[in-house]
């Protein structure tokens, strides 16, 4: 890191100065547990998830199909009636090539996150994942997506019960 | 008719912690005061002339009249008991098999938080002699957990 140019009153320190024990610390881990209702949509959306599904949901007013699904339409708020099982195809709206995890650690093989446009919900309409099983240098957007699906024993009402997305062979 | 039926099957709620790490250094005083607990298993506490005060653990400035304090004072390891109380749960609310006092043991005119030892809640008080029983000096990282408990005071110490 650059030095500033100013002398600023107090004591640096360096992670040297604290490998070599020139200064004491305490070290503290917090409990940050946190639990998040999943509502009524989510819900039904991470229960059909552990089925193999993916849902959407209808907005009659704005003859929107949406996914993830909500109670209520964010577009013309009022209350949505139905909801909708989707394909688990799609089709990548955009996607990123990560050499660098959440927690910034180098990787050799990329993560791709991509948006995928599910199949059955309205344009535009997707949900995030990632792709595997793919060249990263193949990627592009339009690129036809089907999900990987953990075995059935094995779900737990989760995005991640859908492992990634994989391109669908042509023909 | 709107969604309002929850799935029975769904998820109530979705769990997750937050990575949350923190690397606390004491400042100048505390450094001072845990370094001299660490090497010479000694309190270091600081005087305010003008104040006429003695504050521990070592701080650098007069909380009264803010001056900065030059003194550095050896105090011992006794205290009284302040105040005290008794534990009977944990912190994650599951109950402890013996009760563990909890006392501020005064020492000149600042003190510190810790555990009592050798003692039953029968017979502690507010006002009794404690000392500190620290870790053996090898074992000793410059922490307030150097400090294993305070004991009652034996008599020919006083």
Same mark, same amino acid.
């Given at each position: 890191m650059a030095k500033p140019n100013i002398n600023l009153p107090g004591t640096s320190l360096s992670e040297e100065d604290f490998k070599a024990g020139n200064v004491l610390f305490r070290h503290d881990q917090l409990h940050g547990e946190y639990a998040w209702d999943t509502g009524i949509a989510i819900g039904a959306y991470l229960a059909a998830l552990k089925e193999g599904k993916i849902l959407g949901a209808y907005c009659p007013e704005c003859r929107k199909t949406i996914v993830p699904p909500r109670i209520v339409c964010e577009w013309c708020f009022q209350p949505i009636t139905e909801y909708v099982p989707l394909a688990d195809t799609g089709t990548v709206n955009t996607f990123s090539i990560c050499y660098v995890t959440w927690d910034v650690k180098r990787i050799k093989e990329p993560q791709i996150p991509a948006v995928i446009e599910i199949?059955?919900?309205?344009?535009l309409h997707g949900i995030l994942h990632l792709l595997g099983e793919v060249d990263p240098q193949k990627v592009h957007i339009g690129m036809r997506v089907r999900a990987v699906w953990k075995p059935p024993e094995q779900r737990e009402g989760a995005i991640t019960d859908i492992l990634y997305f994989k391109p669908i062979e042509e023909g | 008719m709107s969604l309002l039926e929850p799935n029975p099957k769904a998820p109530q709620a979705w769990f997750g912690s937050l990575p949350v790490t923190s690397r606390y250094t004491y400042g100048l005083a505390g450094e001072r005061f845990f370094r001299s607990l660490k090497d010479n298993g000694t309190f270091l506490g600081s005087v305010c002339p003008r104040c006429e005060r003695v504050y521990v653990p070592a701080v650098?400035? /007069?909380?009264? /009249?803010?001056g900065s304090l030059e003194e550095w004072v050896d105090v011992g390891t006794i205290g009284e008991v302040h105040t005290f109380t008794v534990l009977h749960v944990n912190a994650d609310g599951t109950p402890k098999e013996s009760p563990e006092i909890i006392a501020f043991v005064k020492i000149r005119d600042g003190g510190i938080v810790h555990k009592l030892g050798e003692v039953s809640t029968e017979e502690v008080y507010i006002g009794m002699p404690v000392e500190a029983v620290l870790k053996p000096a090898p074992q000793r990282e410059g922490s307030i957990l150097d400090i294993l408990y305070f004991k009652p005071l034996t008599s020919e110490k006083r």
């Amino acid at each position: 890191m650059a030095k500033p140019n100013i002398n600023l009153p107090g004591t640096s320190l360096s992670e040297e100065d604290f490998k070599a024990g020139n200064v004491l610390f305490r070290h503290d881990q917090l409990h940050g547990e946190y639990a998040w209702d999943t509502g009524i949509a989510i819900g039904a959306y991470l229960a059909a998830l552990k089925e193999g599904k993916i849902l959407g949901a209808y907005c009659p007013e704005c003859r929107k199909t949406i996914v993830p699904p909500r109670i209520v339409c964010e577009w013309c708020f009022q209350p949505i009636t139905e909801y909708v099982p989707l394909a688990d195809t799609g089709t990548v709206n955009t996607f990123s090539i990560c050499y660098v995890t959440w927690d910034v650690k180098r990787i050799k093989e990329p993560q791709i996150p991509a948006v995928i446009e599910i199949d059955g919900a309205s344009p535009l309409h997707g949900i995030l994942h990632l792709l595997g099983e793919v060249d990263p240098q193949k990627v592009h957007i339009g690129m036809r997506v089907r999900a990987v699906w953990k075995p059935p024993e094995q779900r737990e009402g989760a995005i991640t019960d859908i492992l990634y997305f994989k391109p669908i062979e042509e023909g | 008719m709107s969604l309002l039926e929850p799935n029975p099957k769904a998820p109530q709620a979705w769990f997750g912690s937050l990575p949350v790490t923190s690397r606390y250094t004491y400042g100048l005083a505390g450094e001072r005061f845990f370094r001299s607990l660490k090497d010479n298993g000694t309190f270091l506490g600081s005087v305010c002339p003008r104040c006429e005060r003695v504050y521990v653990p070592a701080v650098a400035f /007069c909380e009264r /009249c803010l001056g900065s304090l030059e003194e550095w004072v050896d105090v011992g390891t006794i205290g009284e008991v302040h105040t005290f109380t008794v534990l009977h749960v944990n912190a994650d609310g599951t109950p402890k098999e013996s009760p563990e006092i909890i006392a501020f043991v005064k020492i000149r005119d600042g003190g510190i938080v810790h555990k009592l030892g050798e003692v039953s809640t029968e017979e502690v008080y507010i006002g009794m002699p404690v000392e500190a029983v620290l870790k053996p000096a090898p074992q000793r990282e410059g922490s307030i957990l150097d400090i294993l408990y305070f004991k009652p005071l034996t008599s020919e110490k006083r």
